[in-house]
Nanobody, 125 residues
Framework: QVQLVESGGGLVQTGDSLRLSCAAS????????MGWFRQAPGKEREFVAT????????DYADSVKGRFTISRDNAKNTVLLQMNSLKPEDTAVYYC??????????????????WGQGTQVTVSS
């Protein structure tokens, strides 16, 4: 079992930066690929970014490529999402997710077995 707790959300203005953090329980954190997803009101939950267990492979949604950076610190059981040049369309609840053990980074929700409770990000225009 993996438990995930997100933090770092808030209200910012267009162009600002924000860093989300996800703390994971467990002693084998590096065995799990991690992902960030987001869900805006009335919309489906969508992929944002993913990272492999070692941190050597990352992938991003086209809408955030060049603005967001995913990283992880396996010694601290933490995955981060650095969000720069935020836009109002980035407003959503952001969720951290962990794959099954030994899973691969993926943009698909069904590849993830564990989810956090979400943190709200609001970008005002």
């Amino acid at each position: 079992q993996v438990q995930l707790v997100e933090s770092g959300g808030g209200l910012v203005q267009t162009g600002d930066s924000l860093r989300l953090s996800c703390a994971a329980s467990g002693r084998t954190f590096s065995s799990y690929a991690m992902g960030w997803f987001r869900q805006a009101p009335g919309k489906e939950r969508e992929f944002v970014a993913t990272i492999s267990g070692s941190g050597g492979t990352t992938d991003y949604a086209d809408s955030v490529k060049g603005r967001f950076t995913i990283s992880r610190d396996n010694a601290k059981n933490t995955v981060l999402l650095q969000m720069n040049s935020l836009k109002p369309e980035d407003t959503a609840v952001y969720y951290c997710a962990a794959s099954s053990k030994w899973g691969y980074p993926s943009a698909s929700r069904i590849s993830y077995s564990y989810w956090g409770q979400g943190t709200q990000v609001t970008v005002s225009s």
